[in-house]
């Protein structure tokens, strides 16, 4: 199985900042990493698929980066709205894995 | 619009059995991978299973392998988990969801269901 290691597990940060949360694979997973946001008692949302592509509807504050074993998704100007858990999940092979998710609060 | 409702969940005695259902309508059912994901209470998000879109191949986690069963009904556009010997450790929110890309997997999850709780409890 491929281990998917996020960091930090939680971060404060105030509305405006940009911030940024990495997320390590076990092994190379080429470019399919995804991105998704949750908030409490909601199903997760998926914003970056792909690596870097931003899924429709999703504001372009989100962006992902990275290849190989190493990601990041950046949110470059936080809103009252982004303050949610994230989570990176690898589409490399089954069994899927998400990372343990990194709690994103308002400082 | 694209919408998944999950039902069937509820309290029930490890070693028991649970069939969830996930209604899927505004999109060509047949046509989507379709997945299982659970998330225990204050925990990360775990899959499940994936099925393909004709339902003739599945895939499973680990800890659920033998004890799970997907189905899809494409004519009911509805898809299926049956749960067998359940553990305390399968509580969870169950979610549906759908695979981003049509006729693909591992394409990220594009859309899921509210969720559905089940409870392995004495």
């Known amino acids: 199985d491929i281990q998917m290691t996020q960091s930090p597990s939680s971060l404060s940060a105030s509305v405006g900042d940009r911030v940024t949360i990495t997320c390590r694979a076990g092994q190379s997973i080429t470019k399919s990493l995804n991105w998704y946001q949750q908030k409490p008692g909601k199903a997760p949302k998926l914003l970056i698929y792909a690596a870097s592509s931003l899924q429709s509807g999703v504001p372009s504050r989100f962006s992902g980066s990275g290849s190989g074993t190493d990601f990041s998704l950046t949110i470059s100007s936080l809103q009252p709205e982004d303050f949610a858990t994230y989570y990176c999940?690898?589409?490399?092979?089954?069994?899927?894995?998400f990372g343990q998710g990194t709690r994103l609060e308002i400082k | 619009q694209v919408q998944l409702v999950e039902s069937g969940g509820g309290l029930v005695k490890p070693g028991g059995s649970l069939r969830l259902s996930c209604a899927a309508s505004?999109?060509?059912?047949?046509?989507?991978?379709m997945s299982w994901i659970r998330q225990a209470p204050g925990k990360g998000l775990e899959w499940v299973s994936y099925i393909s879109t004709g339902g003739t191949a599945m895939y499973y986690a680990e800890s659920v392998k033998g004890r799970f069963t997907t189905s899809r009904d494409n004519a009911k556009n509805s898809l299926y988990l049956q749960m067998n010997s359940l553990r305390a450790e399968d509580t969870a929110v169950y979610y549906c969801a759908r695979d981003r890309v049509s006729g693909s997997f591992l394409t990220g999850f594009g859309y899921w269901g509210q969720g559905t709780l089940v409870t392995a409890s004495t």
């Open positions: 999940q690898q589409s490399y092979n089954t069994p899927v894995t």
């Open positions: 505004g999109f060509t059912f047949s046509d989507y991978y």
